[in-house]
């Protein structure tokens, strides 16, 4: 299967600051989405993303497909935007990375 | 909300034990997806349903028996299941299978066996 690489493993954020979290995938994939998984294990889709860019208020996602990344950009990061964000992508089924776990501190 | 829902939240049971883990999706999709996450480890894709008909079966023990009777409904099927198994199981669903739509994924059971 696809491997899937996520960086930062781990990151914390003063409340209101900025980040970026990156994707990179071993192979082309026709499907990419990002996850957040909040404290309480569920799983919410951000963004489906094989290519091009898409903003949805505070949160944005960039794929450059022909170079195999994602990037995932959080603007004024609030407490809520704590938990694990998980990109996923793939031709026939999805592959996930091992995620960033995002603390936000008030 | 997410048009997925699954039962029960949490299952502790015995490795003797027989039980069964619900999943119902509300979102008129046609594919269906049990996924394995362990601590540490990348989600792990189980089975996959696409129109009711299993096209994906991930090297998954035969302690673990998924069953699909519509597009709306899956099942996965506990018994003899070993510590190791403890994990979150997530269901998800999807407009058609092949990885070419948008994933939504229920609350998951966190399952505990000792």
């Known amino acids: 299967g696809i491997q899937v690489e996520q960086s930062p493993p781990d990151l914390i954020l003063q409340e209101g600051a900025n980040s970026t979290l990156r994707c990179n995938f071993s192979?082309?994939?026709?499907?990419l989405q990002w996850f957040h998984q909040n404290p309480w294990g569920q799983l919410i889709n951000l963004f489906y993303?094989?290519?091009g860019t898409k903003q949805n208020g505070r949160l944005s996602a960039t794929t450059v497909a022909t170079e195999r990344y994602s990037l995932l950009y959080i603007s004024s990061s609030q407490t809520t935007d704590s938990g694990v964000y998980f990109c996923?992508?793939?031709?026939?089924?999805?592959?996930f990375g091992t995620g960033t776990r995002l603390t936000v501190i008030p | 909300e997410t048009g997925v829902t699954q039962t029960p939240r949490h299952l502790v049971m015995g490795m003797t034990n027989k039980k069964s883990l619900k999943c119902e999706q509300h979102l008129g999709h046609n594919a269906m997806y049990w996924y394995k996450q362990s601590a540490k480890k990348p989600l792990e894709l189980m089975f996959v349903y696409n129109f009711k008909e299993q096209t994906e079966n991930n090297s998954v023990p035969s302690r673990f028996s998924p069953e699909c009777p519509n597009s709306s409904h899956l099942f996965l099927h506990l018994h003899t299941l070993q510590p190791e198994d403890s994990a979150l199981y997530l269901c998800?669903?999807?407009?058609?299978?092949?990885?070419?739509?948008?994933?939504?994924f229920g609350s998951g059971t966190q399952l505990s066996v000792l």
């Open positions: 998800a669903s999807s407009p058609h299978g092949g990885a070419t739509g948008n994933l939504f």
């Open positions: 996923a992508g793939g031709a026939n089924n999805l592959f």
């Open positions: 993303i094989p290519s």
């Open positions: 192979d082309s994939v026709n499907n």
